[in-house]
Structure formats: structure tokens, C-alpha cells
């Protein structure tokens, strides 16, 4: 019986310090800072076994106005207009839409996937989401990935 991972968004002044190291680690790897984990865990001041025990727990929820892309997953009634408007929601807050995939709507539903560079978003990512959520004929709305 498997279990379903949770996740959690937390400010950072409330976590163990270890998941912080680990976050900017990981951070120093992906931008060059630091060739190997041994450099990256050297410079953040965590032990590799720390690093790797936490590495893929633990991913940082930036501000998604730094130039993120984000791929957003909906479930859509299948009826007229419905995708347009979620689009039109992109579209009045400054993200620049990348990728949209839809599913064949199976029993009135279609599931879509839409990618978004936010960089220039003159909006939240929440006022994005509830925006979107609340349009008539959206069933889900929500981050699956960035």
C-alpha cells in the first residue's frame, strides 16, 4: 500500500537550517557555483551524507516572477470557451505562454497542461491560480510543476 507524498510550502525562518544548506547546495550545482557535491556541500557547510539524505525532499519555492517557467495543470469541463478563458487569464497577467497540452475530453473532461515563462508576470502566482480556478467550468487548477 503506497502513500501518497505530501508537500508543504513553509517560510524558510521556520525550517531546520539543514534544508536551507541543502537548497543552496543544490543551487550551486545547478548554476556552476560549485562542479561537485563535495564543492557545494563544502561551501554551504553540510556533510555529503546530509546532502544526499535531503536532496530530493527538498525544493525551494521561489518568487516566480525571477524568470521561472511554470507548468500549470487544469482539468476543463469540455465545453465551449472554457480553455480560452483559462488562456485569457495568462494573457491579462504578463506570462508568456510556452507549451499547452489538452487531453481528448473523456466523459465532459479534458485534462491540460500549460507552460508559462512568468518572469514578467504583473501579477501574483496565487491571483494567477485563484483566477483561473474560478472561471466557470474549471474543476482543478494548480502547479504541477516549476
Known amino acids: 500500500m503506497s502513500t501518497k507524498t505530501k508537500h508543504y510550502i513553509v517560510a524558510a525562518s521556520a525550517l ?9 547546495a543544490k543551487r550551486m550545482m545547478q548554476t556552476g557555483e560549485a562542479g561537485t557535491v ?3 556541500t563544502r561551501q554551504a557547510g553540510i556533510s555529503r551524507s546530509a546532502f544526499y539524505k ?46 499547452i ?20 508576470m504583473e501579477i501574483s502566482l496565487e491571483e494567477l491560480i485563484a483566477g483561473a480556478a474560478a472561471l466557470e467550468g474549471v474543476i482543478k487548477f494548480e502547479i504541477l510543476a516549476g
Open 16 to 24: 531546520p537550517e539543514i534544508f536551507i544548506k541543502v537548497a543552496e
Open 38 to 40: 563535495g564543492e557545494a
Open 54 to 99: 535531503y536532496k530530493d525532499a527538498v525544493q525551494p519555492f521561489n518568487d516566480m516572477k525571477t524568470g521561472h517557467i511554470i507548468t500549470f495543470y487544469a482539468m476543463l469541463k469540455d465545453n465551449p470557451g472554457v480553455l480560452s478563458n483559462v488562456l485569457a487569464i495568462f494573457a491579462g497577467s504578463g506570462a508568456n505562454i510556452l507549451t
Open 101 to 120: 497540452n489538452q487531453s481528448i475530453p473523456t466523459n465532459g473532461c479534458a485534462a491540460v497542461t500549460v507552460s508559462a515563462e512568468t518572469s514578467e
